[in-house]
């Protein structure tokens, strides 16, 4: 490709709107342009990596014996409705009237359209165990586009979904997915950790996500690297710090006049945090026979910890949480900053599973400026749940080892999920086993999102001057650049650049070619910008001295090629730096 007729133009400045580096860079250097929040266009340079990486993964997925499928991006809604989507997935669905005013949805994931097919496509054991996969674009009306590819609303991903007539069919399947993963990801030269994570409108038993560790990332994860647990902030677990046994004590109310917070009550009052219990009131949308309705919700962890919405959105079944409003508390009877459970009724109580083990704790008297002391379960109140609803932090102990564990910030670029027979039970999705028995499809999907697999790449490859991608996914092999030198050198440099570009596309050398009228300091720093891995420079100088000039785009230091090489070496180069990634993929134990 000759730069002279490329699409996509560099930029000097980054738009004041890109938040984070891969977001400026992949602007800057043309490989993107928004069209609307969360709305990209992929330029023909971006186009070229993300041909690339889907390439890898259907690659991967076909080793583990994929087939290839395209499935529409539009469904009609009753397929949603069967499997009861259409009511728990909320604003971010794209819902529409067609023509003839029937409900439709705008895909964000393909479960529903797997189970469709495969109702009446699969009828016997015969036909399982079986991997279908596609790569589609997908829309989610995502409240808060941001970051660039990482987070959108229109986006496109590799989907695969394993069909098994058991379990142990599923648990097979599912392994090889997870290597299958750590095989895209290395071949892409991105660094992933594999977590355990919520399964969330997926449904399923079992989820894992990939993890690119940045701190621009908005998943927190837990690691311990005294064992290797490592899990989604959202359902990791700890080692609880249990509250010192002793016996029950008076209740008493106390005045604590302006003392709404638990830093401000356990300093007034002189006492640990972890004397106390916080109090969480949320609305919570439940799904009922009547359809869906709102229930007012008050949660209790201790109060030197944080509650976790998403183990208290599993512990009710809920579709989803938001914060309960001041009129909404007082509905109640309880007093927001003053709250407690004693002596509420027609409200959903859920504590965390420490609270049964604290004894004599402080907690709101429902009124304005009052606590009581020694407030106990059971005697003084009760939950309708009793669950672990607390949030791990850094430094809390791992639940397998006991070690410290460490909070970091994660992207999600992938993910697995083992979803059983939740999808094909609720559509009818059977097939006759061996011993003649109607038994519903075992499920498992899994999702990979090019687009922010491409972003990670570029946060993760860059430096001052640009981007520095891998070779396995970049635009182009070689950057060539052409300087023009004098007047009289310019049609002997041109010359030599144009037969070297010939020579390297019939060698099948992927070649962005800089044959632009521009000074060699513009087309040095847009070379830098889009960060090819190989430059080769057509220069007056070299080719006086029978050379030309190559320059890995990672490296700083130059070499001098003699002209009658340059193919054979440039192809060399290109080899080595494609076997120093696949030398790098390694067989990852998967754990369950």
């Known amino acids: 490709m000759r730069m002279s007729s490329l699409l996509s133009q560099t930029l000097r400045e980054a738009p004041s709107d890109a938040e984070i580096l891969s977001h400026q860079l992949l602007v800057r250097a043309g490989y993107i342009r928004q069209l609307a929040a969360g709305i990209f266009t992929s330029m023909p340079l971006a186009?070229?990596?993300?041909?690339?990486?889907?390439?890898?993964?259907?690659?991967?997925?076909?080793?583990?014996?994929?087939?290839?499928?395209?499935?529409?991006?539009?469904?009609?809604?009753?397929?949603?409705?069967?499997?009861?989507?259409?009511?728990?997935?909320?604003?971010?669905?794209?819902?529409?009237?067609?023509?003839?005013?029937?409900?439709?949805?705008?895909?964000?994931?393909?479960?529903?359209?797997?189970?469709?097919?495969?109702?009446?496509?699969?009828?016997?054991?015969?036909?399982?165990?079986?991997?279908?996969?596609?790569?589609?674009?997908?829309?989610?009306?995502?409240?808060?586009?941001?970051?660039?590819?990482?987070?959108?609303?229109?986006?496109?991903?590799?989907?695969?979904?394993?069909?098994?007539?058991?379990?142990?069919?599923?648990?097979?399947?599912?392994?090889?997915?997870?290597?299958?993963?750590?095989?895209?990801?290395?071949?892409?030269?991105?660094?992933?950790?594999?977590?355990?994570?919520?399964?969330?409108?997926?449904?399923?038993?079992?989820?894992?996500?990939?993890?690119?560790?940045?701190?621009?990332?908005?998943?927190?994860?837990?690691?311990?690297?005294?064992?290797?647990?490592?899990?989604?902030?959202?359902?990791?677990?700890?080692?609880?710090?249990?509250?010192?046994?002793?016996?029950?004590?008076?209740?008493?109310?106390?005045?604590?006049?302006?003392?709404?917070?638990?830093?401000?009550?356990?300093?007034?009052?002189g006492i640990p945090e972890s004397k106390t219990a916080k109090a969480v009131f949320v609305m919570a949308a439940m799904q009922t026979a009547e359809g869906e309705e709102e229930k007012l919700v008050f949660a209790i962890v201790r109060g030197d910890m944080d509650l976790n919405e998403t183990k208290l959105t599993n512990a009710l079944g809920?579709?989803?949480?938001?914060?309960?409003?001041?009129?909404?508390?007082?509905?109640?009877?309880?007093?927001?900053?003053?709250?407690?459970?004693?002596?509420?009724?027609?409200?959903?109580?859920?504590?965390?599973?420490?609270?049964?083990?604290?004894?004599?704790?402080?907690?709101?008297?429902?009124?304005?400026?009052?606590?009581?002391?020694?407030?106990?379960?059971?005697?003084?109140?009760?939950?309708?749940?009793?669950?672990?609803?607390?949030?791990?932090?850094?430094?809390?102990?791992?639940?397998?080892?006991?070690?410290?564990?460490?909070?970091?910030?994660?992207?999600e670029v992938g993910n697995i999920f083992k979803l059983g027979t939740w999808y094909s039970e609720a559509v009818g999705a059977t097939f006759q086993d061996a011993d003649g028995e109607e038994k519903p499809v075992v499920m498992g999907s899994y999702g990979i999102g090019s687009g922010r697999l491409l972003a990670s790449i570029a946060e993760e490859y860059n430096d001052k001057y640009g981007l520095i991608m891998p070779i396995t996914v970049a635009p182009y092999e070689v950057h060539l650049v052409e300087l023009g030198g004098s007047k009289d050198e310019r049609g002997e440099v041109k010359q030599a650049a144009e037969k070297l570009y010939q020579d390297l596309t019939a060698a099948g050398v992927e070649v962005l070619y800089d044959d632009r009228d521009e000074s060699p300091g513009v087309k040095f720093n847009d070379a830098d910008l889009i960060g090819v891995p190989l430059r080769l420079t057509v220069g007056s100088r070299a080719l006086k001295e029978g050379g030309i000039e190559a320059k890995l785009r990672h490296e700083s230091e130059k070499i001098q090629i003699p002209v009658g090489e340059v193919v054979a070496r440039t192809r060399e180069i290109i080899k080595s730096l494609y076997d120093d990634i696949l030398d790098k993929l390694e067989d990852v134990e998967f754990e369950g």
């Open 318 to 411: 809920a579709k989803s949480l938001r914060p309960a409003e001041e009129k909404e508390i007082a509905a109640s009877g309880a007093v927001p900053g003053y709250a407690s459970p004693v002596g509420l009724k027609d409200i959903i109580v859920v504590v965390d599973d420490l609270i049964p083990e604290s004894p004599n704790l402080v907690a709101g008297a429902n009124q304005e400026g009052y606590h009581f002391k020694n407030v106990n379960y059971g005697r003084d109140f009760e939950a309708d749940i009793i669950t672990d609803i607390a949030a791990a932090r850094d430094g809390d102990a791992c639940p397998d080892c006991g070690g410290a564990m460490r909070a970091v910030r994660g992207v």
């Open 47 to 269: 186009k070229r990596s993300l041909t690339k990486i889907e390439n890898i993964m259907r690659d991967e997925m076909n080793k583990i014996g994929g087939q290839e499928m395209s499935m529409p991006v539009v469904h009609p809604a009753e397929i949603w409705k069967a499997t009861g989507r259409w009511e728990k997935v909320g604003p971010e669905m794209g819902r529409f009237l067609d023509r003839n005013g029937r409900d439709m949805v705008l895909a964000m994931t393909h479960e529903e359209a797997v189970v469709a097919i495969i109702k009446d496509e699969i009828q016997s054991y015969r036909q399982l165990p079986m991997l279908i996969y596609h790569i589609q674009t997908k829309w989610r009306d995502d409240p808060r586009p941001r970051a660039g590819l990482i987070r959108v609303r229109e986006f496109t991903m590799k989907d695969s979904y394993s069909l098994d007539r058991d379990w142990e069919g599923l648990d097979l399947q599912y392994a090889r997915h997870y290597q299958a993963y750590f095989n895209i990801f290395g071949r892409c030269k991105l660094p992933v950790i594999a977590v355990k994570s919520d399964v969330g409108m997926m449904g399923g038993n079992v989820a894992h996500e990939y993890m690119y560790l940045s701190p621009m990332g908005e998943d927190t994860l837990l690691l311990c690297d005294a064992c290797g647990y490592s899990a989604n902030r959202q359902i990791a677990e700890f080692q609880k710090v249990k509250s010192p046994q002793e016996e029950p004590a008076e209740r008493e109310k106390i005045a604590t006049p302006e003392m709404k917070t638990i830093a401000d009550l356990a300093e007034y009052m």
